[in-house]
Nanobody, 124 residues
Framework: VQLQASGGGLVQAGGSLRLSCAAS????????MNWFRQVPGKEREFVAA????????YYADSVKGRFTVSRDNAKNTVVLQMNSLKPEETAVYYC??????????????????WGKGTLVTVSS
């Protein structure tokens, strides 16, 4: 299984970024796909998730109303649209898949597959 996240970069506070994650090696439509982020020295933090069909989405309270997660099962891609970004959201963002299909969790310990991460820097 390979997950490749992209789309990170430098943005001013209040700005937007769109992250993408391309997946291969798994039956993509069966897996809830997740986004986490990590600041150096801190634990990896759940950001958002989307069920295999795309019918259910889950967000950390801190990003509700500003971030939107979506997926395209035909392209094996999950997207995180981030709006109204804040400096404290500067982090490496990772896409992840759990250790089994049809499983939803916001615990990083339940994720088996991780992308390399993409750095998002929000300047003040």
């Amino acid at each position: 299984v390979q997950l490749q996240a992209s789309g990170g970069g430098l943005v001013q506070a209040g700005g937007s970024l769109r992250l993408s994650c391309a997946a291969s090696g798994l039956t993509f439509s069966l897996y809830t796909m997740n986004w986490f982020r990590q600041v150096p020295g801190k634990e990896r933090e759940f950001v958002a998730a989307i069920s295999g069909s795309g019918g259910r989405t889950y967000y950390a309270d801190s990003v509700k109303g500003r971030f939107t997660v979506s997926r395209d099962n035909a392209k094996n891609t999950v997207v995180l649209q981030m709006n109204s970004l804040k400096p404290e959201e500067t982090a490496v963002y990772y896409c992840a898949a759990p250790n089994r299909s049809y499983y939803t969790s916001n615990d990083a310990g339940d994720m088996k597959f991780w992308g390399k991460g993409t750095l998002v820097t929000v300047s003040s």
